[in-house]
């Protein structure tokens, strides 16, 4: 569905990702690891278009997306839930599904869609009159993986969706991206937490200082000695 | 060579008036340095990132204190002015201090000198039966008798009145300058690029941002008099308010506020274009001068924020950095 | 005592409906500010246009006032909008502070302009709607509508921000900027009918203030320091605050006309604010400072 062929991008003065190749099928959750500063943000950034790439062809089921603006990749079926959530604070819960559903051919499916969010998420049900802010950051994952879903996605960009959540936090939010590939949505997740993350993902790609290092199915990058050794600690 | 350049063209600019040029001309020069000696002094804070929108208050203390304290107290300028000064410096302390202290910066600074202005505006229209009010007031004449008069600082002679604004204008630009080289100015420069973390390694904020409103708000009070004083006529709408706040704003970024030359400029533009336009176009078209003032300005803040001469000094030195460069090579 | 009272009341009334007016200009100029960051210097002169427009399209034109006022609505809108496009969006960059200038060379730009195209004689629309009397108060009906069309507006503004996709979108713009494309919108689009949304609410004040006043180039000068003042004592950017800060200036503005002259009014008004400011920089609502 995703595909990136020898994608470099950066910033002012500054070059982030180089020659990053990669892809994600349709219904794959693929796991990007990798350590802080290798680029992974960057990576989705630059997917999401709001980073310009210099180098490389990115596709989405086969449609170039390297010149397409940065507002218009929901029409091409991409969502992305940023980095720390980035809801807007003073809208209520449902306020913030409903801005996921902004563009048009979403508003069609407004309610049916908020119905399956609020399935997926009983608890945004329960605060949908709340402001976002007040929410804890564990809800705050969830709203914000759920305005994301509200665009009906036919891939689904995870940044770092457990950074700075309580451990016991961080299980139910992975529980919520298993529960989501098994419903056979496609996924494509950033992570720092790599134990977590590879057992609820198909295949992996580990990002070190802006190169793709290692590929392959969660299984074996868990396998792998550099894996294992820089990383699980073993 | 370079060195001397500058004071070879104030002798030039001295000399300039002996050489029997007619009154009109020397009046433009007067207005010139006159005014650009108050654009400088806006500038001292403009360049520091402190916009203020309501110099026109200092500007009318003043204009308006001079004229008054003659006709209704008979006080001359001499007399006057001392206490005008520290009335504004206690105005500008008074309403930077609370400022600074609270942070209160950019948007709400500038709108906050917006009130000041207008508050002095509204006070002269209010107070009309000893100021006149929006008809404006002249100073009672002193020169019945005499062609000039000391005491009440009237010359009717223009040439006096040339050496005198030039005489200010070069103490305006020697203030900027001194300002310029202090530390304050790196300082200053620090803060507003990141205030928080200049106050973090001990620099006195406050007490810098009150040292150059002060010194500012001092120099346009002068002006203010001077103006009053060679024009023999006041009125609010020239002397305070938003109108002439923004001209001040106007002149020095046009002219280039970074530089210290550039108020000087951006006056000189500024008094040029309204004398062309109305040479060209006469008496009856009204309203030209303020629009292309306007367009100016947005054109200048979109393609030239450093101003004509902050940009040309930049395309200068640009030019000249490019040969170091390649011979380093 | 029975006739200062009156009076008194008539002035407080007076007040309440003068703070209509500022409320609606507050409201204009809020959203621009809470939504794009910048504040429109020339905001009163967008005004003034507008009451040229109905002006002439009244009295020229011949149209009547129920066309002429929608009318003027659409030209300041359309003014809005070219402003945005045209004079903020090369700034949007730049700093803070140079998008106010820029718009302060707008108000140049417009006065003069007014003066070139119409002159510097008073015009009236020549509209007269009458005085009554309510309880030995005199009002003026033109006041009244004024303030009832400037409710309605408020109301009506607030039930698009609150109940349409694109007021939700926003308010959403004005919390979080760099997240918007994620959600297929495009700022720039956004800021746009913004800015067309904040000319359309300087049209119709435009509309009720010709109905009240004499048109004339300058005329800016006069109500649009006060609009910003009003807007940073609510707080820059929020609309409540504004409202509530137009109602308490207005007081100020009309009971103290009352005591003392008229301009001593506007100065107390003023001072008020300066010494508001030293209390609460923020302004009543304000969040951010």
């Not at chain 2, 340095?33 to 026109?56: E, K, Q």
């Amino acid at each position: 569905m995703l595909a990136l062929r020898n994608i470099s991008a950066g910033y002012a003065g500054f070059q982030a990702l180089f020659d990053v190749s990669l892809e994600v099928k349709a219904g794959e959750t693929v796991a990007v690891i990798g350590p802080n500063g290798a680029g992974k943000t960057t990576l989705l950034r630059v997917i999401s278009r709001l980073i310009d790439s210099t180098a490389g062809e990115m596709t989405m089921e086969g449609r170039r997306l390297n010149e397409v603006a940065s507002y218009e990749l929901v029409s091409h079926g991409i969502a992305h839930v940023p980095e720390n959530r980035r809801l807007f604070p003073k809208l209520t819960v449902e306020e913030n599904l409903r801005m996921g559903a902004f563009v048009p051919q979403a508003r069609a499916h407004f309610e049916e869609r908020l119905a399956r969010v609020y399935r997926l998420f009983p608890r945004m049900e329960e605060r949908r009159r709340q402001p976002a802010g007040t929410l804890s950051g564990g809800e705050q994952q969830m709203c914000a993986i759920g305005r994301a879903l509200m665009s009906g996605p036919k891939l689904l960009l995870l940044d770092e969706p457990s950074a700075g959540l309580a451990p016991v936090v961080v299980q139910s939010i992975f529980e919520v991206v298993r529960r989501m590939s098994a419903e056979g949505y496609t996924v494509l997740i950033v992570e720092q937490n790599i134990r977590q993350v590879l057992k609820v993902a198909t295949r992996g790609y580990l990002l070190e200082t802006g190169r793709i290092r290692a590929a392959g199915t969660a299984a074996a990058l868990l396998d792998t000695d550099e894996i294992k050794k820089a990383y699980l600690g073993i | 060579m370079k060195r001397a350049l500058p004071w070879i063209g104030v002798a030039l600019l001295s000399a300039a008036p002996l050489t029997g040029m007619g009154n009109y001309p020397l009046h433009l020069m007067i207005m010139c340095l006159l005014w650009a000696f108050v654009y400088t002094s806006w500038a001292l804070m403009g360049r520091l990132g402190m916009t203020s929108l309501g110099h026109g208050a200092f500007l009318a203390v003043g204009a308006y204190g001079v004229v008054m304290a003659w006709n209704l107290f008979g006080l001359s300028p001499w007399l006057s002015l001392p206490v005008l000064l520290a009335a504004t410096a206690l105005i500008a302390f008074v309403i930077g201090y609370p400022c600074f202290r609270l942070k209160i910066v950019g948007h709400y600074f500038a709108l906050v000198t917006l009130a000041l202005g207008e508050i002095a505006r509204m006070v002269i229209v209010a107070l009309r039966d000893q100021t006149g009010g929006s008809l404006g007031a002249t100073p009672n004449t002193a020169l019945a008798d005499a062609s000039w008069s000391l005491i009440a600082l009237q010359f009717s002679s223009k040439l006096a009145w040339f050496y005198i604004v030039l005489g200010f204008w070069l103490f305006g630009l020697w203030v900027w300058t001194r300002v310029d080289r202090s530390m304050a100015r790196l300082a200053l420069e620090a803060i507003s690029q990141e205030e928080d973390a200049a106050a973090s390694i001990g620099i006195n904020v406050t007490r810098l941002k009150l040292g150059v409103t002060v010194i500012s708000a001092l120099m346009t009070c002068l002006g203010g008099a001077l103006y009053a004083q060679y024009q023999l006529y006041v009125n609010p709408e020239t002397v305070s308010g938003i109108g002439v706040s923004l001209q001040m704003v106007f002149g020095a970024i046009a002219g280039g506020m970074f530089v210290r030359l550039g108020p000087t400029v951006g006056a000189v533009f500024t008094l040029l274009l309204a004398e062309v336009l109305r040479l060209a176009l006469g008496h009856d078209i009204h309203g030209l001068d303020t629009t292309l003032y306007g367009l100016m300005l947005v054109l200048f803040i979109i393609f030239m924020p450093k101003g004509i001469l902050g940009a040309a000094t930049e395309a200068w030195n640009r030019r000249r950095a490019k040969p170091i460069a390649a011979s380093a090579t | 005592m029975d006739i200062f009272d009156i009076f008194l009341l008539e002035a407080i009334v007076n007040g309440v409906l003068l703070g209509g007016i500022l409320a609606l200009l507050a409201l204009g100029l809020n959203l621009i500010f809470g939504v794009i960051d910048v504040v429109w210097i020339c905001y009163a002169e967008l005004i003034m246009i507008g009451m040229y427009t109905a002006f002439f399209l009244h009295v020229d034109y011949g149209w009547p006032l129920w066309l002429a006022f929608p009318g003027c609505t659409v030209v300041v809108a359309a003014l809005g909008a070219a402003l945005h496009h045209f004079v903020i969006r090369p700034v949007l960059a730049a700093e803070p502070i140079n998008q106010l200038l820029v718009t302060g060379g707008v108000l140049f730009f417009l006065q003069g302009a007014a003066t070139l195209a119409f002159g510097v004689e008073f015009r009236n629309i020549g509209v007269r709607l009458p005085i009554f009397e309510v309880g030995g108060m005199f009002l003026s009906l033109a006041r009244l509508t004024a303030f009832l069309i400037a409710l309605a507006s408020m109301v009506g503004v607030y039930l698009f921000l609150k109940r349409t996709y694109l007021g939700t979108a926003i308010r959403a713009i004005s919390q979080d900027r760099t997240t918007m494309p994620l959600m297929g919108v495009n700022p720039s689009r956004i800021f746009l009918i913004t800015s067309a949304l904040g000319g359309a609410l300087a049209g119709v004040a435009a509309c009720l203030l010709v109905l009240q006043y004499d048109i004339h180039p300058a005329i800016g000068l006069s109500f649009g320091p006060i609009a910003f003042l009003v807007c940073v004592l609510g707080g820059l950017g929020n609309m409540i605050g504004g409202f509530l800060a137009a109602f308490i200036f207005a007081q100020f503005i009309s009971v103290g006309g009352y005591f003392f002259h008229l301009e001593w009014g506007y100065v107390l008004a003023f001072l008020f604010f300066i010494g508001f400011m030293f209390w609460r920089p923020q302004g009543l609502l304000g969040g951010k400072s």
